[in-house]
């Protein structure tokens, strides 16, 4: 697929952009700060519905205004869909696909299939769990739309039976200081509590069966591409790690076998099991302990955890690999994602650009930001947009200065 148009209307640093764009290589080129990253980024949330860079939607907005719009025409085997989003301030966010309101943002997920790769993705490697679960919920949600919906009732179950936990935990404490019963509140939050369980063990296996089936098929590709960057490397492995610890299958998390759908019902039992045995625990710190948001994704090199212990061009090449496995792993389904490369030639030694560009030129379209031209290898120096950021009296704003046609050929 490709987007074959970008709109932007008061998205970070652009008040008005229009561009149209085409498959291949694409640079934008332009100083630091001046603007390249927060078109990527756009496509970025049109794809995901997140950012890469901010967990809430407020820093995209543009200073000074309350709303934003991204817009894409994507063309997909021949197939055009243009995608298009309102981000409002301090109100629901509204999406439309070729101009008809949907009902969620969400159903635009799937239209537009990015795989972005950013400095910030070392914090694959040597961030929190919640960095990896991110990688493989925005995986899984891109490669099969509706587990955003499912991912969406997890959390606002988690949300619920953790205030609930908090005001069991509270009563009965109280009542423990007191001598006596717990309080009317403490009583129906543990009796409540049970009805929670069971809905958080129904949509967390099936958020724990899709990521498992996730990271089987991911792995192999894992494989190959950290092989391909680092070939002189120990060789790069994957591993799910869930709370459910020995209650789940070691065939599950090996990655041996995948979870089917008749599996799902077998890990919501074990989940159910996994909470009562820490149901006192749970109550006691006021926190839910067991599922899918407290799983990791553990990375290695030969036998080594890669967190802690590669080296930080190690460290580059299995946060690059893990986005690269992502793509090729898109690809196989059937579809050829949009690649997105955000300053990170610049990172790379000799080898691993080559490595990189060779995925590039194969990829549908790349969109790819450097500081200075002479960071992108020269057979991905297509099509350069200029990008710069004036002062002017409504704020910094970010421009297009020229756009340079496909140098390789004059
Ligand atoms: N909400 C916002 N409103 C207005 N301007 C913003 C907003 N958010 C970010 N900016 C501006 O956008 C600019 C940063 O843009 P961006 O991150 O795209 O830079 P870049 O060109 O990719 O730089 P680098 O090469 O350093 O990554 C900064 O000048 C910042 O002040």
């Known amino acids: 697929m490709f987007v074959r148009a970008l709109s932007l209307r008061d998205f970070r640093s652009w008040d008005a952009l ?89 159903e635009i997920l799937g239209i537009l299939q990015t795989v972005l790769f950013a400095p910030e993705d070392l914090s694959l490697v040597r961030g929190d769990p919640g960095d990896r679960r991110r990688y493989l919920d925005e995986l899984l949600t891109s490669r099969i739309p509706r587990m955003a919906a499912v991912r969406a009732d997890y959390e606002r179950v988690l ?45 967390g296996a099936q958020l724990l069966a899709g990521r498992l089936h996730l990271v089987h098929d991911l792995a192999p590709h894992l494989a190959e591409s950290y092989q391909s960057l680092a070939p002189e490397s120990r060789p790069a492995s994957i591993r799910y790690r869930s709370s459910l610890g020995s209650s789940l299958p070691p065939e599950f998390t090996a990655p041996a076998r995948a979870p089917e759908a008749g599996d799902i019902a077998f890990l919501e039992e074990r989940f159910l099991q996994e909470l009562s045995v820490m149901r006192s625990k749970e109550i006691e710190r006021g926190v ?46 059937g579809s050829d994602p949009v690649l997105m490369l955000d300053d990170v030639f610049a990172e790379l030694d000799r080898k691993r650009r080559r490595a990189l560009a060779k995925v590039a030129l194969d990829a549908e379209q790349v969109l790819i930001t450097a500081a200075v031209p002479e960071d992108v290898p020269e057979e991905l120096d297509a099509v350069r947009f200029g990008v710069e950021a004036r002062d002017t009296d409504r704020g910094r704003i970010s421009h297009i200065l020229e756009e340079t046609e496909d140098r390789r050929d004059g």
């Open 288 to 333: 839910c302990l067991v599922g899918p948001h407290r799983d990791d994704l553990e990375l290695h090199l030969g036998d080594t955890p890669a967190k802690g212990f590669a080296s930080h061009g190690e460290s580059w090449s299995f946060a690059l690999s893990l986005r690269l496995a992502g793509f090729a792993l898109l690809r196989a389904d």
């Open 159 to 203: 949300r619920q039976r953790s205030a609930l936990l908090k005001t069991a935990g509270g009563a009965l404490r109280r009542s423990s200081r007191g001598g006596g019963r717990p309080s009317e509140d403490g009583a129906s939050a543990l009796a409540t509590l049970e009805v929670w369980d069971g809905h958080l063990a129904a949509h």
């Open 18 to 106: 229009g561009l149209n764009l085409r498959p291949g290589c694409t640079v934008f080129v332009g100083p630091n700060g001046h603007g390249k990253t927060n078109v990527l980024e756009a496509l970025g949330y049109l794809s995901t519905l997140s950012s890469h860079r901010v967990s809430s939607d407020a820093p995209l907005i543009r200073t000074g205004t309350a709303q934003a719009f991204a817009g894409a025409t994507v063309v997909n085997t021949g197939r055009e869909l243009t995608v298009d989003l309102e981000l409002n301030e301090g109100k629901s966010n509204r999406a439309r696909i070729n101009q008809s309101p949907t009902r969620r943002p969400r």
